[in-house]
């Protein structure tokens, strides 16, 4: 039982190159989450998918998209990325329901040149 | 809006000493509160969470928390802290919608 797993560990883009981060859960969690953590901003919301089919924005979506392939795989794409888009990008999964906590990835670190 | 504060964004206590990390919340209906614990370079692991019931919740390492509505505070405490508790410490909360909102977090140095 591996949890939430994040591919890959590290990466380093120039300006305007595109990339995908992958994020996969075993757990059968119906809701799955993406974050960014910056120095002294805890962590900011991408995207959340709360249940397969379904996305929604979260605080900070502007250049990144994002794709519920299935129950188990939610991945993030960055278009042209930028240097705005240095940081530490979390992903997590939860079962639905008040009480349930999220369960989160290792991280991907993510330096854009 | 609803929003999780942590007034305190750095905390240094010598080993052996207590410790109590502060946590308020907003949010009318009784909320689902969480502590999560993030050791540098990893994720964020569970501490402790609150949903119903009894207002002083156990977690692991030997931590506890007690939920107060009055003060819409959910503080996180331990009576001896243990070098390997130097961490960065987050709480949090989620709305109707399955949205979390995390506190800034507040970074924990132990001194030995």
């Known amino acids: 039982n591996a949890g939430v797993t994040q591919t890959p560990k590290f990466q380093v883009l120039k300006t305007g190159q595109s990339m995908t981060l992958q994020c996969a859960q075993d757990?059968?969690?119906?809701?799955m989450y993406w974050y960014r953590q910056d120095p002294g901003m805890g962590l900011r919301l991408i995207y959340y998918s709360a249940s397969e089919g379904t996305t929604d924005k979260g605080e900070v979506p502007n250049g990144y998209n994002v794709s519920r392939l299935n129950k188990r795989e939610f991945s993030l794409r960055l278009e042209s990325a930028a240097p705005s888009q240095t940081s530490v990008y979390f992903c997590?999964?939860?079962?639905?329901?008040?009480?349930?906590?999220?369960?989160f990835g290792p991280g991907t670190r993510l330096t854009v040149l | 809006a609803q929003s999780v504060t942590q007034p305190d964004i750095h905390i240094t206590v010598s080993e052996g000493a207590s410790l109590e990390l502060r946590c308020n919340y907003s949010y009318g209906a009784t909320p689902y509160l969480f502590w999560y614990v993030q050791s540098p370079g990893q994720g964020l692991q569970l501490l402790l969470k609150?949903?119903?019931?009894?207002?002083l919740v156990q977690g692991i390492k030997g931590f506890e928390a007690e939920f107060k509505r009055s003060q819409s505070s959910f503080n996180l405490r331990k009576p001896s802290v243990h070098w390997s508790d130097a961490a960065e410490y987050f709480c949090a909360h989620p709305n109707n919608f399955n949205k979390f909102y995390f506190g800034s977090g507040t970074k924990l140095n132990v001194k030995p």
């Open positions: 997590a999964s939860r079962l639905a329901g008040g009480g349930n906590e999220q369960f």
């Open positions: 609150y949903f119903s019931g009894d207002t």
């Open positions: 757990m059968n969690h119906n809701s």
